[in-house]
């Protein structure tokens, strides 16, 4: 399972899961994975964002994936985990975690397994998907970290330094 069908053009994505559907990001951005751990939370912030999370001495915002993407939030189980990613926005690079029900797979994606994310028209808003890609009979959903949060949250996030 994963890792296969790579060609030396393919890129590798961990994948995710939300609510029983596959997401992919960027293995090249992961920079761990940890087991769900409380989070110190900050007043005013959005309800998606879930706190701060210390790092080996670098506080870390946490957003969970679940409730930015608007679907319903469950109990935190012995599957969630964080995956913290390396975010560029603006010219800047920072560290933020993203909550997930768990992690899935790490796959080999070439160019000829993206399809075109959907255009639904302009009341929604899709421009964090980077494409769809098509994985051992499974359709994944392969996501532009960058455009999944903007650059106004992300300064709001930051702010709890």
Same mark, same amino acid.
């Given at each position: 399972?994963?890792? *296969?069908?790579?060609?030396?053009?393919? +890129?590798?994505? #961990?994948? /995710?899961?939300?609510?029983?559907? !596959? %997401?992919?990001?960027?293995?090249?951005?992961?920079?761990?994975?940890?087991?769900?751990?409380?989070?110190?939370?900050?007043?005013?912030?959005?309800?998606?964002?879930?706190?701060?999370?210390?790092?080996? *001495?670098?506080?870390?915002?946490?957003? +969970?994936?679940? #409730?930015? /993407?608007?679907?319903?939030?469950? !109990? %935190?189980t012995a599957t969630t985990v964080v995956i913290v990613l390396k975010v560029h926005s603006d010219g800047v690079e920072r560290t933020i975690g993203f909550v997930v029900d768990a992690v899935s797979d790490v796959y080999n994606v070439s160019a000829d397994q993206?399809?075109?994310?959907?255009?639904?028209?302009?009341?929604?808003?899709?421009?964090?998907?980077?494409?769809?890609?098509?994985?051992?009979?499974?359709?994944?959903?392969?996501?532009?970290?960058?455009?999944?949060?903007?650059?106004?949250?992300?300064?709001?996030?930051?702010?709890?330094?």
């Amino acid at each position: 399972m994963g890792l *296969g069908s790579a060609g030396a053009d393919a +890129d590798q994505y #961990l994948t /995710f899961m939300l609510n029983g559907e !596959e %997401y992919g990001v960027d293995i090249l951005r992961v920079q761990e994975i940890k087991g769900w751990i409380p989070t110190t939370r900050i007043p005013n912030t959005p309800d998606y964002i879930r706190g701060v999370m210390n790092l080996r *001495g670098a506080i870390v915002p946490i957003i +969970d994936m679940r #409730l930015r /993407f608007a679907m319903p939030a469950i !109990e %935190y189980t012995a599957t969630t985990v964080v995956i913290v990613l390396k975010v560029h926005s603006d010219g800047v690079e920072r560290t933020i975690g993203f909550v997930v029900d768990a992690v899935s797979d790490v796959y080999n994606v070439s160019a000829d397994q993206f399809r075109a994310a959907p255009d639904f028209g302009a009341h929604v808003h899709t421009d964090f998907i980077r494409a769809l890609a098509t994985v051992e009979e499974k359709m994944v959903i392969l996501l532009d970290i960058d455009r999944l949060v903007s650059a106004e949250q992300l300064d709001a996030a930051a702010t709890v330094h």
